[in-house]
């Protein structure tokens, strides 16, 4: 009975956070400098439940091929490697879709994301992530 009420409110916040709340929770871990990555491959915590499955699919295949998968990086930094400075979150909600630039230095460099979310009955979740090398949607040829 405890447990059940520990999970309550823990899944209310998730569903009741805002687009700002949830790439803030995202990318804070970045701003570490041991930081090794979000694990991306739990894709139900952060992506779309469409964008969620292409990524399931993809990873299942090439793995079955012993093969890399098309997402070969961390998508929510666009890099293989990193050293983040810098990072800024910023976020703009128009009904049960938002969109969030995160600005930061990679090694230096600067770089910015640009992360579209969608309200879901688990909260927001990504619907595709944009950066100069191209965008998740179209990587795995979705609309």
């Known amino acids: ?7 309550a409110p ?4 998730a569903q009741g956070q805002t687009p700002q709340a949830f790439l803030e929770e995202l990318y804070r871990p970045y701003r570490q400098k041991d930081f ?5 491959w739990e894709t139900s915590r952060y992506f779309a439940p469409d964008l969620a ?12 091929r012993n093969e890399v998968p098309l997402l070969d ?12 400075t810098d990072l800024t979150v910023a976020s703009s909600v128009d009904g049960g879709s938002a969109k969030g630039a995160i600005s930061f230095k990679n090694a230096g460099q600067p770089k910015t ?4 979310l969608v309200q879901t009955p688990k909260g927001w979740r990504i619907a595709d992530i944009v950066s ?4 998740l949607r179209k990587l795995y040829k979705l609309p």
Do not use: H
Request: overall charge negative.
């Open 1 to 7: 009975m405890v447990t059940l009420l520990l999970v």
């Open 10 to 13: 823990l899944s209310a916040n």
């Open 36 to 40: 090794k990555g979000q694990p991306y």
């Open 53 to 64: 499955a292409e990524i399931d699919k993809d990873m299942a295949a090439a793995s079955k």
């Open 73 to 84: 990086g961390d998508p929510f930094i666009d890099a293989q490697d990193w050293e983040i």
């Open 113 to 116: 994301v640009t992360v579209f």
């Open 132 to 135: 100069p090398n191209g965008s």
